[in-house]
């Protein structure tokens, strides 16, 4: 019986030591920060001094050897146009070479007969843009009949870059700093800053004719226009 009392006991002063143990601070709400979110656009408009472009040679035949025959003597003839006009070896790549049966039919709707189509384009990198148009005149007098994806570019954007995120930079402190006067409030540090470029490139979309046919006159009138760089700049601000 003894032994019983000493463990009641101890349960006892357990159970008071730990009521008078000490009670759980609450830690304070943490600072609700104000803040004004802005964007800023920075844009810098430069002259493209490069061009990409899709030539190609699209042949038929009745039989796939004869098609083949045909349109690897054009394609020849189109390269060597193309190198002949300032066009590097290394700035000219294959990026296309299919072909295909596409059946012939007659007025009834039957199957007529069988054609191959084959086609051969070649991925060109134009870096003299004032001799663009005599190279796409060389090129389809050499036998190229299709032409597209005209893309213009600068060889070199990076320091355009650089000035068009400073220019969207000083566009968001300058609208941060009207919106907190107008609001008659001061503005603290940045919390958070973004950015995206965006820089769309302007296209010429076309068909060039061809089948060997000469141009006479002017050369192919190409307009390369402007590039635009934009970037966009999300900044967050503290305010007072």
Request: net charge negative; hydrophobic share 40%.
């Amino acid at each position: 019986m003894r032994t019983k009392t000493f463990v009641f006991a101890g349960l006892a002063l357990a159970l008071l030591l730990s009521a008078c143990g000490s009670t759980t601070i609450q830690q304070a709400a943490p600072e609700n920060i104000r803040t004004l979110n802005v964007n800023g656009l920075g844009q810098v408009y430069l002259t493209p001094d490069i061009a990409y472009i899709y030539i190609g040679v699209h042949s038929e035949g009745g039989n796939a050897a004869d098609a083949v025959e045909e349109n690897k003597t054009q394609t020849n003839a189109v390269i060597a146009a193309l190198k002949e006009a300032g066009v590097e070896e290394k700035d000219i790549r294959t990026t296309n070479f299919s072909i295909w049966p596409s059946q012939q039919y007659g007025p009834d709707g039957t199957v007529s007969g069988t054609v191959y189509m084959v086609d051969n384009t070649v991925y060109v990198v134009v870096r003299n843009l004032d001799g663009l148009g005599d190279l796409l005149d060389s090129a389809i007098a050499a036998g190229a009949n299709s032409i597209n994806s005209i893309q213009f570019d600068l060889a070199e954007k990076t320091e355009a870059v650089k000035e068009a995120r400073a220019k969207a930079v000083e566009d968001a402190r300058r609208q941060a700093k009207e919106l907190a006067d107008a609001a008659e409030l001061s503005l603290g540090d940045v919390q958070n800053i973004s950015f995206f470029d965006n820089s769309p490139y302007p296209y010429y979309e076309g068909k060039g004719g061809g089948g060997g046919a000469a141009y006479g006159g002017e050369a192919v009138p190409i307009q390369p226009g402007q590039l635009t760089i934009s970037v966009t700049v999300n900044i967050v601000y503290q305010i007072k």
